[in-house]
């Protein structure tokens, strides 16, 4: 006699509501998919998902709850399931699409979504969901509005400049867009604020932003931005796996001696962590000499100087997640056989102007005009 071996109830999850499916498997491999029924996204909805779920699992095996992570409609569920110690994961959107295709499944549907994810978490070891602690979603919360408010006040600047250029441009339109510009500077300022507060809030926190601050270039803004996008490394095991979550992780194309196509990065990761790498491997490039000589040696005969950028915000971002796990500061004259802990410029440091012999003073991101600011680069990442 059969024997249910694994159940998992997949959820494909939208705004107002989600639709819900169970499958079980069998001890000779067989899936068994029940019937799909949709809730509406609120807690009315989270707790008839449990009694309809208690009314179809068997007792053993324990059961799993697997979902899509759709923007950020799915963390109230996930909330409610984890208080309720119900072990969750949350997929990647680009990982169900990709076994929906091994499964030969051209269509989709939110009734296909549900199977297909609850399928998946059937069949597959999936990772479990931790919520993020209070204070590093805090800090992803405000990071983010930072980042929307400088692509807005660029979007508004590239408009004013458009209007100025045209023929006799409507006062009202010029002084609205300069009204809207100023609101969003103060803002800006206020949200940076706030920032910076977080950071402080707690001692052990404080501590090692000060230390990884201690690398050239690198401000406030960068390491709360990386910080909150991993949960300060939180679920990081190694930089192999750093490396993959921010899209660096090199993808090739080569078969046989025909097809050879250029390497790249894979940029399937969180690209708010490349746009806040960006202006501090443009320093690197420029003041550290180890790193710059790397930069120079990785562009030789290229087209595009980005390369050598991007393999410098690789350096950079594994940089700090050393400092952050060992608890040290940055050593301007550390020399390892580690490349990722090769010294950068210390912050706000002043150096010698190669021409001039003039000291002078590098920037960090936090200190770039706000037209400039990494976070305008998201569009393009």
């Not at 009694?51 to 059961?63: A, E, G, H, S, T």
């Not at 990071?143 to 250029?165: E, G, H, V």
């Not at 980005?306 to 301007?332: C, H, P």
């Given at each position: ?161 458009s209007t100025q250029s045209g023929n006799e441009p409507l006062a009202f339109i010029l002084d609205s867009t300069r009204s809207i510009i100023r609101k969003l500077d103060n803002e800006i300022v206020k949200c940076a604020a706030q ?96 790193l710059k000589a790397v930069y120079t040696r990785i562009n030789e005969k290229k087209e595009c100087k980005m390369v050598g950028a991007t393999a410098l915000q690789r350096k950079i971002l594994l940089l700090i997640y050393t400092l ?58």
């Amino acid at each position: 006699m059969n024997a249910i071996i694994r159940q998992c109830v997949g959820i494909d999850i939208a705004k107002l509501s989600f639709t819900a499916c169970l499958c079980r498997v069998q001890t000779d491999g067989r899936f068994e998919l029940s019937e799909v029924v949709k809730f509406d996204n609120s807690k009315q909805g989270f707790n008839q998902l449990i009694k309809w779920v208690r009314k179809q699992v068997d007792k053993l095996p324990q059961i799993c709850f697997v979902m899509e992570a759709t923007g950020i409609y799915y963390e109230p569920l996930a909330y409610h399931l984890t208080k309720l110690n119900q072990p969750v994961s949350v997929v990647l959107p680009n990982k169900v699409k990709h076994y929906a295709k091994s499964l030969n499944i051209k269509s989709k549907t939110d009734t296909l979504d549900a199977r297909t994810i609850a399928r998946m978490g059937a069949e597959r070891p999936l990772e479990l969901w931790q919520p993020p602690a209070p204070i590093f979603k805090e800090l992803r919360d405000l990071c983010r509005l930072y980042t929307d408010l400088k692509i807005q006040r660029t979007a508004f600047i590239n408009r004013l400049k458009s209007t100025q250029s045209g023929n006799e441009p409507l006062a009202f339109i010029l002084d609205s867009t300069r009204s809207i510009i100023r609101k969003l500077d103060n803002e800006i300022v206020k949200c940076a604020a706030q920032i910076q507060q977080l950071l402080i809030k707690e001692e052990w926190l404080e501590e090692k932003v000060n230390k990884i601050q201690t690398i050239k270039g690198v401000g406030f803004i960068t390491i709360a931005i990386i910080l909150a996008e991993t949960q300060g490394f939180r679920l990081i095991k190694n930089g192999k796996q750093l490396t993959s979550y921010a899209g660096y992780d090199i993808v090739e194309k080569q078969s046989g001696s025909s097809i050879k196509g250029k390497t790249r990065i894979s940029k399937k990761g969180n690209g708010r962590i490349r746009a806040a790498l960006h202006f501090p491997a443009l320093v690197a490039s420029r003041y550290n000499q180890q790193l710059k000589a790397v930069y120079t040696r990785i562009n030789e005969k290229k087209e595009c100087k980005m390369v050598g950028a991007t393999a410098l915000q690789r350096k950079i971002l594994l940089l700090i997640y050393t400092l952050w796990k060992n608890d040290s500061t940055y050593q301007e004259n550390y020399s390892s056989g580690n490349q990722e802990t090769k010294p950068l410029l210390r912050h706000k440091d002043e150096v010698l102007d190669s021409n001039t012999g003039r000291p002078i003073s590098l920037p960090a991101q936090d200190e770039l005009p706000s037209n400039l600011s990494t976070e305008a680069l998201l569009r393009q990442i």
